[in-house]
Every structure is written in structure tokens, then in C-alpha cells.
């Protein structure tokens, strides 16, 4: 197989290469590798390429797969941004103030690992994952592959841009207030924010009181729902990502929230237009209207969780 059509085929239909043998897992890695070290030296969508370690994570995974055994992720390569912990690595949050390096996995690590998944490396972030763009004075400014002088979005930028360049075939992000959906809608992606507890948090179970979590950025909607059969079992989603939606009724909007002072751009507006009529050609019923944006509890509610987390964040760095 043509290796950039491998690096881009998304990790389910990878996980069935490796399971019928078409491709092996340390020539996966290779493709992997050898895209990261030829690309992203201008992208810097990782801020750390775990190349040793994965090496010997696929080689292992190899033999598992020689043996006959069959995980969900077994030898496919996986990104993880840098605010969730891996084993033997630092977490920086996008920060020069960062402690020693984590002695265990994060959960959620810890549940792709168990199923089989090559940790490639860590990918980059904003200072404190403050921003929808991903630029830090310690590491540099991510860039959008698609549009090198604009960004991929934040704050799991990093990991949008390791997807959407075929430097990994999917990414952990998490999303407090967006950082999951605005870089996998700027970098065309699919992603999205499971609900509250759907994704495991430990070791850092109230992150932001509660209002970020740990999802996946794919290149596909089955590439996601396999993330979310590995790290929330028992429900189904690959199997449920199959079965037809039926018709949905769905609201069009381009209207800005209150809080913000940023105008939808034509080209922005012509593209929602365009989804719109797609979906309408698909048989969905689509209407346009405006979502009543909760101005009041925003202010009261979540801006409030959010600066208290990033305060916490910032006092539990060494100083």
C-alpha cells in the first residue's frame, strides 16, 4: 500500500490491516516516523515523538499479533495531547514551569495501551490550554497543515494538526470550553466532547470543575466510536455509528455568542450554507434558527469554573 494513503486510512481500517496481516505494526510505525520527521519540523503539532519507545511498543505488538492475538487498537499508533499524563513523560500543559516526569499513565492512556495502541508521542498545546490557538513562547506556534499560516485551532491543536497532516492516524484531545471541537472543525476533523464521565479523567478527575474532558480527534466518525468502545465499554458505539440516523431535524446558525466579538466570515457563512443543503439533499429537514445563548449563566457558571481551574493548574506547577 501506497504509504500516504496508509498514513491516511484512519485507525479502524488500519486495526484491520494489522488483524489480517496486510500490514505489520513496525512498518505502520515507520510510515508514521518518517512523515513526522519530514514534516513536522515546519507543523510542530508534537511537542515530544515517543520514536524509541514506540519502536519497541510495536515490535511487541507484532509478536502479539503473529501469536494470533486480537485487541481493538493492537499496533495502531495513537497521539496524546499534553495535559494527560504518560508513563515516563512529563506533562508541560504548554509550560516551561513543568514537574518531573509522571510515573504512571492517565487513565485514559492506560485504557488505549490495554487495547493494544503505540503511544507515538505528545502533541502540542497553548500555555495552560487558555487558548483557541496553539502558541507558546517555550515551543513555538503550531500551524494548521491544510494553511501553514494559519493556526489549527486549540487548545488540542497539536493533536488536530498530527491528524489532519497524517502524522498520526487519531489523537486524545480534551475540551473544556471548544479545545476538542475548534481544532477538529479547523482542521476537518471529526471530533467531539463525550458527556461528563463517558471518558475516564483520573488522575485528574475534576479537571476544570467538571467542565473539561478527554475525547478523540479522528479522521473518521467509526475511528472515534472505536476510541470510545476501548476507553467507555459495554456501549456499543462502532456498532451504533452503523446503524442509519433516520431523518433529523436540524437548526442552521451563524450567530455569534454574546460573550464574543468575532464576526462569521463570508467564506465561514458559504460553508455552513453549503452543509446545510448537503444534509438537506440527504433527506434531513433543515431549518435556521438561533440558539438562545445563556449570557447570565455563563458568566455565572462557567466562566467561573473555568478561571478557577486554570488557576489550580498554574499553582500546582513547580515554582
Not at 34 to 55: C, F, K, M, Q
Not at 72 to 94: C, H, N, R, S
Not at 208 to 215: A, E, I, K, R
Request: proline letters at 8%; a negative charge.
Amino acid at each position: 500500500m501506497d504509504p500516504r494513503d496508509l498514513a491516511f486510512a484512519g485507525a479502524a481500517e488500519q486495526a484491520r490491516m494489522l488483524a489480517d496481516g496486510t500490514i505489520t505494526a513496525p512498518g505502520l510505525l515507520d510510515v508514521y516516523l518518517e512523515r513526522i520527521g519530514r514534516l513536522d519540523p515546519a507543523l510542530r503539532s508534537y511537542r515530544v515523538v515517543l520514536a524509541d519507545t514506540a519502536r519497541q511498543e510495536a515490535a511487541a505488538a507484532q509478536s502479539r499479533l503473529d501469536a494470533g492475538e486480537r485487541l481493538q487498537l493492537l499496533g495502531v499508533p495513537i497521539a496524546i495531547k499534553d495535559d494527560i499524563d504518560v508513563a515516563g513523560e512529563v506533562t508541560t500543559y504548554g509550560s516551561a514551569a513543568h514537574g518531573p516526569a509522571r510515573t504512571q499513565d492517565a487513565e485514559v492512556v492506560r485504557l488505549v495501551r490495554e487495547a493494544g495502541a503505540v503511544i507515538l508521542g505528545k502533541t502540542a498545546v497553548p500555555e495552560m490550554m487558555i487558548w483557541p490557538f496553539t502558541e507558546t513562547v517555550t515551543f513555538g506556534a503550531t500551524r494548521n497543515p491544510w494553511h501553514t499560516e494559519y493556526t489549527p485551532g486549540g487548545s488540542s491543536g497539536g493533536s488536530g494538526a498530527a491528524v489532519a497532516a497524517g502524522l498520526a492516524p487519531m489523537a486524545v484531545g480534551s475540551d473544556g470550553m471548544g479545545s476538542i471541537r475548534i481544532p477538529s472543525t479547523w482542521c476537518g476533523l471529526f471530533g467531539m466532547k463525550p458527556q461528563r464521565d463517558r471518558v475516564p479523567m483520573a488522575p485528574h478527575d475534576d479537571a476544570w470543575n467538571g467542565l473539561s474532558v478527554n475525547g478523540p480527534m479522528a479522521r473518521t466518525v467509526e475511528d472515534a466510536a472505536l476510541f470510545l468502545d476501548v476507553t467507555a465499554p459495554g456501549n456499543g458505539f462502532v456498532a451504533a455509528a452503523k446503524r442509519p440516523p433516520g431523518q433529523l431535524r436540524i437548526a442552521l446558525s451563524t450567530k455569534v455568542p454574546p460573550l464574543l466579538t468575532a464576526r462569521v466570515g463570508k467564506a465561514q457563512r458559504t460553508a455552513v450554507e453549503e452543509a446545510g443543503a448537503l444534509l438537506g439533499e440527504l433527506g434531513h429537514e433543515v431549518i435556521t434558527r438561533d440558539p438562545d445563548y445563556p449570557t447570565t449563566a455563563v458568566y455565572s457558571q462557567a466562566m467561573p469554573r473555568y478561571f478557577r481551574g486554570v488557576y489550580d493548574d498554574v499553582k500546582a506547577l513547580p515554582h
